[in-house]
T-cell receptor, first 109, second 113 residues
């Protein structure tokens, strides 16, 4: 079982919909990252959080340390939000960055 | 331009050949990382470097060699490429081992035939 699990693996939404991507992890962590990867493109860091909630524009990230769970929300989704969203945690037995396999989001106009 | 640059963006090479992927960053970050990304796997750490002349193995280091003679450069060499090394390679830099500021390059798509 992967130490970082994301759900869903694939998500298709209509423009304007509210989107939630989930990340669960099984190790102790000191930080959690949400990353965005556009098709054929590089990887951009969206958020780094260790508690609570962060907001940037239409993106909101939350984390519940007790439940070992984080969510990434996108409000008023747009086709340009179509990308792979990757959850990564820093921690575990070897103190390293552990990545989820990503959620492929397609927002249709 | 400031940032992190990988070259080449695409590379096709033959089995057994040596190939070097370049990574250059302009932020003077002390930490640099090499990852590979494969379908069904998350990004996996190959090697990382805490400073010039300091490198350490990551999760999947076999078949790879790195060096860091200058802070801004962190080349990754496949000494004798194998088909299993076909992947997308990402270089990243950061201010700490935790990669709390995760700056990634655009990636290099390597195909070994």
């Amino acid at each position: 079982k992967n130490e970082v699990e994301q759900s869903p693996q694939n998500l298709t939404a209509q423009e304007g919909e509210f989107i939630t991507i989930n990340c669960s992890y099984s190790v102790g962590i000191s930080a959690l990252h949400w990353l965005q990867q556009h098709p054929g493109g590089g990887i951009v860091s969206l958020f780094m959080l260790s508690s609570g909630k962060k907001k940037h524009g239409r993106l909101i990230a939350t984390i519940n340390i007790q439940e070992k769970h984080s969510s990434l929300h996108i409000t008023a989704s747009h086709p340009r939000d179509s990308a792979v969203y990757i959850c990564a945690v820093y921690g575990g037995a070897t103190n390293k960055l552990i990545f989820g396999t990503g959620t492929l989001l397609a927002v249709q106009p | 331009d400031a940032g992190i640059t990988q070259s080449p963006r695409y590379k096709i090479t033959e089995t057994g050949r040596q190939v070097t992927l370049m990574c250059h960053q302009t932020w003077s970050h002390s930490y640099m990382f090499w990852y590979r990304q494969d379908l069904g796997h998350g990004l996996r750490l190959i090697y990382y470097s805490a400073a010039a002349d300091i490198t350490d193995k990551g999760e999947v280091p076999d078949g790879y060699v790195v060096s860091r003679s200058k802070t801004e450069n962190f080349p990754l060499t496949l000494e004798s490429a194998t088909r299993s090394q076909t992947s997308v390679y990402f270089c990243a830099s950061g201010t700490s081992r935790k990669n709390t500021e995760a700056f990634f390059g655009q990636g290099t798509r390597l195909t070994v035939v």
